[in-house]
């Protein structure tokens, strides 16, 4: 297998996990809590919602042949608190995905070598991909970090909860 191809492999893994954690968040969550800030510098996960899924719209949608930063979308509006209820936020979610995971699909390793333009600079596609995985990594931790805080007791985690990384190695160990 090529660098180029294991690279891909690796990526679309990356952010199919990344996804997950988001996905898993917001199972533990009910509309109310989506809309919940600390303060009034705060994003809600309501906006951090349609943040991430306005960069994937903008950025992916024909990624290859048109600058990331389209001219329609509002990124200062992405940011005004909009009262969606849950199930439309979870489809502004699964839309930015879907735009984003379906382009990221159809790259192949020939492209990894083109450059691609954000806001006029170019970029190797290499580094717009890894540009995203640090930005959608980042949101989706603050996303988690949110529902930690207000589910409290309640949180199920979503990697290996505490007291159990004995347990956990030994069980990768053994092979299960």
Partial sequence: MSIGTEYLRVVRERFASIKGQGDKTFAQLDEDNFHWVLNDESNSIAI???HVSGNMVSRW???LTT??????RNRDGEFETKRMS????LACWQ?????FLGALES???QDLEKTVH???????????IERQ???YAAHIGQIMFIGKQIKGEQWNSLSIPKGESDAYLQRMLEGK
């Fill in 118 to 128: 954000i806001r006029g600079e170019a970029h190797s596609v290499i580094d717009a």
């Fill in 107 to 109: 790259l192949n390793e």
């Fill in 61 to 63: 949608t024909d990624f």
């Fill in 133 to 135: 995985m640090a930005h």
């Fill in 95 to 99: 839309r930015g995905w879907g735009v």
């Fill in 86 to 89: 849950k199930e439309q936020l």
């Fill in 48 to 50: 951090l919602i349609q």
């Fill in 67 to 72: 600058d990331g930063e389209k001219p329609d």
